[in-house]
């Protein structure tokens, strides 16, 4: 942990450094690793393409630099530890060399059905130690991996194994969520109907009954019998892909965000230990689900690679009671804890009676990720759970940064509530107007964008450069854009204020109104819809949907409800909108453009003044929208 900043005079040294000699300063940190052979130019880039390198030439594995690394000095070292969704099941530990081993066998069983470099396989699985031993399996032999939650449909299963071309799916046969089961090797299968496979791995985890395909379907504990538990990581190029996740935009088509191997690598562990001060022997707990990024880089690569202790949980926060994240934290010592500002709220709801029993004395650090942190969440967390005593990191980042790009570095950074503070070493924001021009000195707000390469940025969108280009880099010339609006104060901190585009931001979870209103369209009675996003006290953002229906065949509740079960059917239960209201009309410009402006202040009640409406084809549409407003 050479690359450790200790003060505040350290962190705006290396940030000075960062921005005067890039190229140095990466390679630096980039020496610690292992590499097959050493890159030989630290960046090639242009934000035209764009087309972005790092650590050229470079040859190595990132499973290397986790296990053989590492395991003679700390093999025994633990892991993950596991917690089971039912706090009576068997704790798991699993050490370095256990994973080691046990990665070694599954990536075996893996070459054994077929699957070699560059072929991609869908992860659809449970938190369980199993789904992190898929994901670095397929790093391991060069597959590229790509996590699909498993709280998503089989409908958009379908369209993620479609567009990725994935070769193989790993799955289990249930989820448990609370007290329920839910079958996810049924939903494969359904996702299945309209896709194609060759192979699919089901891990033992309910022990409900599943359908086994001929053939197609396999059993995890069955295709490791007599794999050996050992192999030569497959040599990879720097910019070889190590995975696709998909995410919302603000189209309807999700995403395939594509990250590569080395800058990763480099990235997310340089921030893992700055940002969170892990010290080695401490327990750190992220709550994220391995299908989102913050899962891939602080749960999985960031913690492993750095040598750390990465508890996983399976469970929710509010089972068996709204108790279970303290207990956790007490039962495993944490040190660390990342979390949500959705989950927060949501635990806040219920008072500080279920924090009393437990000692939360263990935890050093506070985290935020997902969406903006309110200041009365914010002073929650640090009093209640914090004991006024650990600093929080309120990290801004996004799937398409790979790691966390605005924080403050634990207990080094001074904090404010509600503000992600400055950016770390190697990141150069702007703050721009509406044409571009870049806002610089303090006390200004406009939209962020980032200027200079950073290792672990995007590189593609699988299948769509394109896409890539037009979303990230054409809005504004020779620089990234975030799509968030962001202020940088009179300190020359920075609050984010969240997104400019059509996307929302439900409980933390990414939604493109695009996607949500397609889903809604699929209904055989909906004409026309138009979503928005609206403040909504736990998860953020609610999802409020006005939709223009054939009203002549079914009540209005049960239309409704068989709205929310489409999109629940579509895209999953997280997209499932909060709010219907069934209108007439929508409000329109004359060249047809829906002027979500008018809706969004609807959504929100605040329609005493509804701004310039003089556009608007029919402004008697707004006049009954508002006497409709639920
Ligand atoms: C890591 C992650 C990205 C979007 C991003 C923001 C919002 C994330 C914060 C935040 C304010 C934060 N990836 N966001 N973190 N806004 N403060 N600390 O969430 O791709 O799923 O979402 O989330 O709008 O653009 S993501």
Redesign the pocket.
């Known amino acids: 942990m050479s690359d450790r900043i200790h003060t505040l005079s350290g962190y705006f040294y290396e940030y000075q450094k960062s921005v005067t000699e890039p190229e140095s300063f990466w390679a630096r940190i980039a020496d610690s690793f292992h590499w097959k052979k050493r890159w030989d130019k630290v960046l090639k880039w242009d934000f035209e393409g764009p087309n972005v390198k790092w650590f050229v030439n470079g040859k190595l594995n990132i499973t290397e630099n986790i296990f053989e690394k590492n395991l003679f000095a700390f093999g025994d070292r633990t892991a993950i530890i596991w917690e089971p969704s039912e706090p009576g099941e068997d704790v798991r530990t699993i050490s370095y060399k256990e994973l080691y081993h046990q990665v070694c066998q599954f990536s075996n069983a893996l070459k054994s059905k077929g699957i070699q470099k560059g072929d991609r396989v869908i992860i659809y699985m449970p938190m369980i130690p199993e789904a992190a031993i898929a994901m670095l399996a397929c790093a391991r032999i060069g597959a590229i991996h790509s996590v699909v939650f498993a709280g998503f449909s089989a409908n958009a299963l379908t369209d993620r194994i479609i567009d990725s071309g994935a070769k193989a799916i790993l799955t289990s046969d249930g989820n448990y969520r609370g007290n329920k089961k839910i079958g996810i090797k049924a939903i494969v299968d359904e996702a299945l109907e309209k896709a194609d496979v060759e192979t699919v791995i089901v891990c033992q985890r309910t022990g409900q009954d599943v359908t086994m395909k001929a053939g197609r379907d396999h059993w995890w504990h069955e295709v490791i019998v007599g794999e050996k538990d050992s192999n030569v990581a497959k040599e990879m190029d720097s910019e070889d892909p190590l995975f696709i996740l998909y ?1 919302s935009g603000s189209t309807g088509k999700p995403k395939g965000v594509v990250h590569s191997t080395a800058g990763y690598m480099v990235y997310t562990k340089y921030t893992f230990e700055n940002v969170f001060q892990y010290s080695p022997g401490d327990v750190y707990w992220c709550t994220a689900d391995i299908g ?3 899962g891939h ?1 602080y749960i999985v690569y960031g913690p492993l690679l750095s040598g750390a202790t990465t508890l996983m949980f399976e469970g929710v926060p509010t089972y068996p009671d709204p108790g279970r994240f303290w207990a956790v934290i007490e039962k495993h010592k944490v040190n660390q804890f990342y979390t ?2 959705t989950a927060i709220r949501a635990l806040q709801a219920y008072g500080t009676d279920p924090i009393a029993p437990y000692n939360l004395d263990s935890l050093k650090v506070l985290g ?6 309110n200041e009365e969440a914010w002073r929650w967390y640090y009093n209640h759970i914090g004991q006024s005593r650990c600093p929080i990191v ?8 790979g790691g ?1 790009l ?2 403050p570095i634990a207990g080094i950074t001074p904090t404010k509530p509600a503000f ?1 503070t400055l950016p770390l070493p190697g990141i150069q924001l702007a703050i721009v107007d509406p044409e571009g021009n870049e806002l610089t000195g303090n006390s200004v707000e406009g939209n962020l964008c980032i200027k200079y390469p950073w290792p672990s940025m995007i590189r593609t969108l699988w299948g769509d450069h394109g896409r890539c280009k037009e979303t990230y880099f054409s809005t504004y010339k020779g620089m990234y854009f ?3 609006g962001v202020k940088r104060d009179h300190d020359g901190y920075y609050r ?4 400019v585009d059509d ?1 929302i ?1 439900v409980s ?3 939604m493109g109104t695009a996607e949500v209103e397609n889903a809604i369209n699929e209904h055989p009675l909906v004409i026309e819809s138009a979503v928005v996003g609206y403040p909504h006290e736990v998860k953020g953002q609610g999802i409020y949907a006005f939709v223009i229906c054939d009203m002549s065949h079914r009540t209005e509740e049960n239309l409704i409800n068989e709205i929310k079960e489409t999109v629940s059917k579509i895209i999953g239960p997280i997209a499932k909108p909060d709010k219907i209201q069934i209108v007439s009309g929508l409000p329109k410009t004359r060249s047809g453009k829906i002027m979500r402006r008018i809706l969004r202040k609807v959504a929100e009640g605040s329609t005493d003044n509804m701004g310039d409406t003089s556009t608007l084809l029919d402004p008697e549409v707004v006049t009954k929208i508002i006497e409709g407003r639920k």
């Open positions: 995410t989102w990024i913050t880089s949500a500002p935020s990720v997902g969406e903006p942190i309120d990290t801004w980042w996004q799937t398409e940064t966390i605005v924080s992600a975030t799509g968030d984010i204020l969240g997104r996307v931001n933390g979870h990414r």
